[in-house]
């Protein structure tokens, strides 16, 4: 996360642009250029800016709801495979946490009906065919269509989706959140198995690197709980620990990272 370009602040938080999308934009414009000249280039870039705003603002969703739970965002990054906010804490009752997960999925859903709904009367040229229909799109349909798979990508009921993180809370209340934690994450394995068989047969290499991301995350998020409720066990007193009475701990869902406050969180992507 160290190495990235602050580009902006949305109420305190940065937003930065890690050096992998950097490098992602130039390669993007040189293949773009040798096919389509500076109309390829004009056209692919604004394709990457509609994507990667439509993931930042799905992190800001999540971060609204953060900051209005007392809890403090570090920053936002956008990466080549997606993007990841970083935060020290979160609500840990179910019914907060469930708030949190679902903030950015339904803005997602919320641009989704906009660019659907209202792109095919604004007045803007047909410039690419579409994921879905049978006759090309224009940028504001294809946000649409952008936010759509977002959202509904984000829903899966798997670490480390948001999806997985209202499973985990819904479970939580029946039979615990380390039990709940360990059916998410191996959703979310099994998700990303499947993910990358696909990808590999269809030699999505993008894919590929997320679903082995997914894969990672969703793992190390069910050993986090666990070392969490062992440790708790032993140090109940410890400064990083929170009591299931207490409303802020130190893991955070989807697209957030973990860590301690006042110690570097770990990375996880959302989109």
């Not at 050096?19 to 056209?43: F, H, N, P, Q, R």
């Not at 800001?60 to 900051?67: I, T, Y």
């Not at 936010?147 to 480390?160: H, Q, V």
Request: net charge neutral; with cysteine.
């Amino acid at each position: 996360m160290s190495a990235s370009l602050k580009i902006g602040s949305v109420w305190g938080i940065p937003i930065r642009l890690h050096v992998s999308l950097l490098v992602l934009l130039v390669l993007v414009a040189i293949a773009a250029a040798t096919v389509g000249g500076l109309e390829g280039i004009v056209w692919n870039l604004a394709v990457l800016v509609i994507v990667f705003s439509s993931i930042a603002l799905h992190e800001l969703a999540h971060s609204l709801v953060a900051l209005r739970k007392g809890c403090r965002v570090r920053e936002i990054t956008l990466l080549f495979i997606g993007g990841a906010a970083q935060m020290e804490e979160i609500p840990r009752r179910p019914s907060d946490e469930i708030q949190m997960a679902l903030a950015g999925p339904l803005l997602s859903l919320a641009l989704a009906a906009l660019g659907l709904g209202l792109g095919p009367r604004l007045p803007l040229p047909p410039l690419m065919p579409s994921l879905w229909r049978p006759y090309p799109i224009n940028l504001a349909e294809f946000a649409g269509q952008i936010n759509l798979t977002l959202a509904l990508f984000n829903l899966l009921p798997a670490f480390p989706m948001d999806g997985g993180r209202i499973l985990r809370a819904l479970l939580a209340r029946r039979i615990g959140r380390l039990p709940a934690t360990f059916v998410a994450s191996r959703l979310g394995r099994l998700a990303a198995i499947i993910m990358g068989l696909v990808a590999f047969r269809y030699g999505l290499w993008q894919l590929i690197i997320i679903a082995f991301f997914l894969f990672r995350a969703a793992g190390r998020e069910f050993d986090l709980v666990l070392n969490e409720s062992i440790l708790a066990a032993f140090f109940p007193d410890a400064p990083w620990y929170e009591s299931e009475e207490k409303d802020e701990v130190t893991i955070s869902p989807p697209p957030y990272s973990h860590g301690p406050p006042n110690h570097t969180p770990l990375e996880r992507d959302s989109a």
